[in-house]
Nanobody, 115 residues
Framework: QVQLVESGGGLVQAGGSLRLSCAAS????????MGWYRQAPGKQRELVAT???????NYVDSVKGRFTISRDNAKNTVYLQMNSLKPEDTAVYYC?????????WGQGTQVTVSS
């Protein structure tokens, strides 16, 4: 079993910043991809950012230049630094980790950006 514990969500004004963290624990061999997804009310879950173990990153266009993903492989932890937040960034943010055939999700953390 693998557990993902997310933290760092909250309420922030437009233009503000938040930092999300997600720590993975349990029966982990070697995590390949760690990432963040989000789901706004009435919308499908979408990829926000991912990072491979080797450091290759991928971002959805809407967050490029504002969000930065990073990870600590020794701690099996992934971070999402979110700057210049906009009301349209409001969503539940989910952590995801993948290796081999396995994919695990966190419970989600709410991010609300007020205008």
């Amino acid at each position: 079993q693998v557990q993902l514990v997310e933290s760092g969500g909250g309420l922030v004004q437009a233009g503000g910043s938040l930092r999300l963290s997600c720590a993975a624990s349990g029966s982990i061999v070697s995590i390949n991809v760690m990432g963040w997804y989000r789901q706004a009310p009435g919308k499908q879950r979408e990829l926000v950012a991912t990072m491979t173990r080797g450091g290759i990153t991928n971002y959805v266009d809407s967050v490029k230049g504002r969000f930065t993903i990073s990870r600590d492989n020794a701690k099996n932890t992934v971070y999402l630094q979110m700057n210049s937040l906009k009301p349209e960034d409001t969503a539940v943010y989910y952590c995801n980790v993948k290796w081999a055939i396995w994919s695990y999700w966190g419970q989600g953390t709410q991010v609300t950006v007020s205008s």
